[in-house]
């Protein structure tokens, strides 16, 4: 039905465009995203003609401006008519056009090229990355679970699929609906839902999430929610939504226009009609004093003075891994008074290593990790993989074991022929069902589930022989990267779907007071929201398809580009390619000195554009003085711009 209506709106729209001059002049402008292509070829042509200039004969560099004008003009002719039209005022395009046109009519070609092309590059940086944040959702919708196994053997569409009746999820299969298990028991990985890379153990009255990945048994899931409000598809409906509602920055220079533009026509109108009209003056004199204003007028180093720093600034940063993807996030970015910070692969590597094995009673630590590693051979559980790689690491030679029960959401059990006993490895579930309790030893095992840690016990017969520890690994620059950002006034928050042992012990290790565990990705937008009306300004740093909500509720989002996944760095505005969180204070720092930069640039030009503004009515300058200080001007942002490359 919604295609029918947007197919509809477009015909409709076709149909119109020449009975309706704003749809049909705006089309025409904005067709074709090959036009996108003509601003680099605007800028060569300019350079040719500039350097012809010198070599070629006369008239040729005349027309090589020209045609740099007609390529360079798609943009401001763009911008100056949606102003006129949409928002009914005269905006910044709007004179770079009249002021093009004005010295065209004086002759001075390369300065009417410059002006066109300068803006047209500034309007072609800002819609950068526009296309590749629309191919994110796409992307995300792609993954979704599609169809979906009936337990009666029959696959059917999910749209399909009511609530109440039930769906098989074989291993390597995505879930397709939310629900409750009602048989069967299994590992499901749900990092696309909590973002945590350890996979969950599912058992009877267990609820699983669609676009899951079920990593090893067979489960029956009775359906309990639609699959347009499984929280996979809400995931999807956040990211639109987010990103719908994310108006774009009015900079300082769109506002300045709605003032500086119409002020300047009418004072270069004035320029001409109050001399001749009333006090009888020569008109030539007069409509050059007036072209004159015109092109002193032109915002040549305005428009310039923010995208060349921007331009530098990105520049830099991607020279160190950091890709912002559009100069509204650097200005947002020198804002953000807190960041907050996901867990798992974020502040965490999210690899799972052992930390500690403890040997009970007689047997050795070595014992413990043959036995595990004995009974882990027969198992796909990532976990189990830990433990068989430390062994490994150790050369320590795994115990035979026959007759490998696996015990879902609990662990499993075999006959060791080495130790010609019954073996088991697992929770505190397995280990209660089996009989197999030493009070003596709880303090040891509770003390590491405190430290939010993983503990996977070991028993032959009746008797618990040890424990192994296992955990993520926090990264070494975390916490100095907490602390960094406190020392420049900025706060940091934990957002994690993790568990609160494992999230306060993270937090604790890295500096962190401000923790919200137990998030889904709903939770984690309230959360973000929370934070900005506390702060104002929030930055969320994540990896993962949960946290791309987050991301685009974020005043800034960034994506740890180091095996993030493509739905986070698609919604986010920045990414950190290397992985390295020391990234995060070094672009604020960045973000500070770019708006530190614009802010004087802006200044300066705008200074002396008032100087001109009052010279050119007395007669006291000429066109020639007007260019030269409107290029000076404009050199000297430039350099002053581009300090900002190799700024750290």
Not at 77 to 95: D, E, M, P, T
Not at 250 to 266: C, E, G, H, K, S
Not at 439 to 459: C, D, P, Y
Request: charged share 20%; hydrophobic share 45%.
């Amino acid at each position: 039905m919604t295609e029918r209506k947007q197919e509809s709106k477009s015909a409709c729209d076709h149909c119109h465009s020449d009975a309706n001059p704003e749809t049909g002049v705006l089309a025409i402008l904005s067709a074709g995203g090959a036009l996108k292509s003509l601003t680099p070829v605007s800028g060569m042509l300019l350079a040719v003609g500039f350097i012809g200039s010198f070599s070629l004969p006369e008239g040729w560099s005349t027309l090589f401006y020209l045609l740099s004008i007609v390529a360079g003009s798609v943009f401001v002719l763009r911008s100056a008519v949606k102003g006129l039209i949409r928002q009914r005022f005269l905006n910044i395009s709007f004179l770079v056009v009249i002021a093009s046109l004005g010295a065209i009519y004086i002759g001075e070609y390369g300065e009417a090229a410059a002006v066109v092309f300068l803006f047209s590059l500034a309007e072609w940086f800002e819609s950068f990355g526009v296309e590749r944040s629309r191919k994110a959702v796409a992307a995300l919708i792609k993954k979704s679970p599609k169809v979906a196994q009936l337990k009666t053997g029959k696959t059917v569409p999910v749209e399909e699929v009511e609530i109440g009746m039930v769906v098989v999820a074989k291993p390597g299969e995505l879930i397709p609906m939310d629900g409750v298990v009602v048989a069967g028991g299994s590992s499901v990985d749900e990092a696309a839902i909590t973002g945590e890379s350890t996979p969950a153990d599912k058992v009877i009255r267990s609820n699983v999430f669609a676009g899951t990945l079920n990593i090893q048994g067979y489960l029956e899931i009775q359906v309990e929610k639609k699959s347009s409000d499984s929280t996979f598809a809400r995931i999807i409906t956040l990211i639109e939504e987010a990103q719908t509602s994310r108006a774009p920055t009015q900079t300082f220079i769109d506002n300045f226009a709605r003032y500086y533009t119409p002020l300047v026509v009418v004072v270069s109108l004035l320029t001409v009609v109050i001399p001749v009209v009333l006090l009888g003056q020569p008109f030539d004199e007069w409509l050059y004093r007036a072209i004159t204003l015109l092109v002193i007028a032109c915002p040549c180093a305005l428009v310039i003075a923010t995208p060349v720093a921007i331009a530098s600034a990105i520049g830099g940063a991607s020279r160190h891994g950091i890709l912002i993807k559009g100069g509204v996030y650097l200005e947002k970015l020198a804002k953000v008074k807190a960041v907050a910070f996901d867990k798992t692969r974020t502040l965490t590597y999210g690899r799972h290593t052992v930390t500690e094995v403890l040997a009970f009673g007689s047997h050795t630590k070595d014992e413990v990790i043959a036995d595990a590693a004995g009974l882990e051979a027969f198992s796909s559980h990532p976990l189990a993989e830990v433990i068989t790689q430390y062994a490994k690491d150790r050369n320590i030679t795994p115990h035979n074991m026959e007759s490998f029960e696996n015990v879902a959401g609990k662990g499993g059990k075999a006959h060791c022929l080495v130790c010609n006993a019954k073996s088991y490895i697992g929770n505190t579930k397995l280990m209660k069902e089996h009989a197999i309790e030493d009070k003596s030893f709880l303090a040891e095992i509770e003390r590491l589930e405190k430290l939010g840690q993983t503990v996977v016990m070991v028993a032959e017969e009746s008797e618990l022989i040890g424990a192994i520890a296992i955990a993520d690994t926090v990264r070494e620059e975390s916490s100095s990267v907490v602390m960094e950002l406190k020392k420049a006034g900025v706060e940091s928050a934990m957002l994690t779907g993790d568990n609160t042992l494992n999230a306060t012990y993270v937090a604790q290790l890295v500096g962190i007071d401000d923790i919200r565990s137990e998030l889904l990705p709903e939770d984690k937008v309230k959360a973000v929201k929370d934070l900005q009306v506390k702060y104002g300004s929030v930055a969320m740093v994540g990896d993962g398809v949960n946290d791309a909500p987050s991301l685009v509720t974020s005043n800034v989002g960034f994506a740890i580009g180091a095996g993030g996944t493509d739905a986070a760095i698609e919604s986010s505005d920045i990414t950190l390619l290397s992985g390295d969180l020391t990234a995060i204070p070094r672009s604020i720092r960045l973000a500070k000195a770019t708006m530190s930069t614009i802010r004087f640039n802006l200044a300066l030009a705008i200074g002396v554009k008032i100087l001109f503004l009052i010279l050119v009515p007395f007669g006291l300058t000429n066109l020639v003085f007007a260019i030269a200080a409107d290029s000076g001007m404009a050199i000297v942002v430039i350099l002053n711009s581009l300090r900002l490359f190799n700024k750290q």
